[in-house]
């Protein structure tokens, strides 16, 4: 009767025994770098971002941003998406505050979206990116606050209470 347990690879063209396999080799992605071992504070939804700051963000990535820098200006933002020179301005300036756009430079032209947040391509670049960029945590600026508290006030504001009903008038219909 065979043992359980023993098992060996054998070569069976020589009938030798083959040493064991190797240990797993640990994968680039195994380290802290995925995109699943940092989760931002602040969601996206709550940072109260505009239509011209999501269109730039998908202009963004659409061109090569999510991978690696790109040169963005100001004019061919605004001419894809349809606004004028002023917001996209805004919007990358906002975006770049936000910490989900990264300047390579400070007076460069080229960006890259937040690796922690965006990414597209192999592991072994995302490492890369992550230590090359150092990216912060993406954080809510003052707009992103406010609406959050005008939020929460609105819904302090209709905290469950009694239910109102039709009243009656004094001739006996409802108003």
């Given at each position: 009767?065979a043992?359980?347990g023993?098992?060996?690879?054998?070569?069976?063209d020589?009938?030798?025994v083959?040493?064991?396999?190797?240990?797993?080799?640990?994968?680039?992605?195994?380290?802290?770098?995925?995109?699943n071992?940092y989760t931002?504070?602040a969601?996206l939804y709550?940072l109260?971002l505009s239509?011209a700051e999501?269109?730039?963000?998908?202009?963004?990535?659409?061109?090569?941003?999510?991978?690696?820098?790109v040169?963005v200006?100001a004019?061919?933002?605004a001419?894809?998406?349809?606004?004028t020179?002023?917001t996209?301005?805004?919007?990358?300036a906002r975006?770049?505050?936000?910490?989900?756009?990264?300047k390579t430079?400070?007076?460069s032209?080229?960006y890259?979206l937040?690796?922690?947040?965006?990414?597209?391509?192999s592991?072994?670049?995302?490492?890369?990116?992550?230590?090359?960029?150092d990216?912060?945590?993406?954080?809510?600026?003052?707009?992103?606050?406010a609406?959050?508290?005008k939020?929460a006030?609105?819904?302090a504001a209709?905290?469950?209470?009694?239910r109102?009903?039709?009243?009656?008038t004094t001739?006996?219909?409802?108003?």
């Open positions: 009767m043992r359980r023993n098992i060996a690879l054998v070569n069976l020589t009938g030798a083959l040493p064991a396999p190797k240990a797993r080799t640990p994968h680039t992605m195994d380290g802290s770098y995925t995109l071992a931002d504070d969601p709550s109260a239509g999501w269109a730039t963000i998908d202009w963004v990535r659409s061109n090569g941003g999510a991978g690696a820098a040169k200006t004019v061919a933002v001419q894809d998406i349809h606004a020179e002023t996209a301005k805004t919007a990358l975006l770049v505050k936000l910490n989900i756009l990264l430079s400070p007076r032209q080229t890259q937040n690796p922690r947040r965006f990414w597209e391509g592991g072994d670049a995302q490492v890369q990116a992550c230590r090359r960029l990216p912060p945590p993406i954080t809510p600026d003052a707009k992103a606050i609406a959050a508290t939020a006030e609105k819904a209709k905290a469950p209470g009694p109102r009903t039709a009243k009656s001739n006996g219909g409802t108003r």
